[in-house]
């Protein structure tokens, strides 16, 4: 099993600037990617951010040129920085480990933690 805790989320005003850190924790073998996902309200679970184990990154459209995606192999964490943050922004950000163990694929996500930007 795999436990991740995010944090780091709060309120900014538009334009502003946040980092969320995610604490991996458990099994940690078979890991082919780490990635950053968003929910806002009423609107389905895009991701926004992913590195893989290699450490190339890729990033939604929406967000290339304003988040980076960072990960620490040591310390077991998985970061997002997030600049020129705009209201649209504004969601529950989960992180997510894509791990493969004895054959079966397994995705596991965290609890989240919002993020607000305000206008």
């Known amino acids: 099993q795999v436990q991740l805790v995010e944090s780091g989320g709060g309120l900014v005003q538009a334009g502003g600037s946040l980092r969320l850190s995610c604490a991996v924790s458990?099994?940690?073998?078979?890991?082919?990617?780490m990635r950053w996902g968003r929910q806002a309200p009423g609107k389905e679970r895009e991701l926004v951010a992913t590195?893989?184990?290699?450490?190339?990154?890729t990033y939604a459209d929406s967000v290339k040129g304003r988040f980076t995606v960072s990960k620490d192999d040591a310390k077991h964490t998985i970061d997002l920085q997030m600049n020129s943050l705009k209201p649209e922004d504004t969601a529950v950000y989960y992180c997510?480990?894509?791990?493969?163990?004895?054959?079966?694929?397994?995705?596991?996500w965290g609890q989240g933690t919002q993020v607000t930007v305000s206008s």
């Open positions: 997510n480990v894509d791990q493969l163990m004895a054959g079966l694929n397994y995705d596991h």
């Open positions: 590195i893989t184990h290699g450490g190339t990154t």
């Open positions: 458990g099994i940690i073998v078979g890991i082919r990617a």
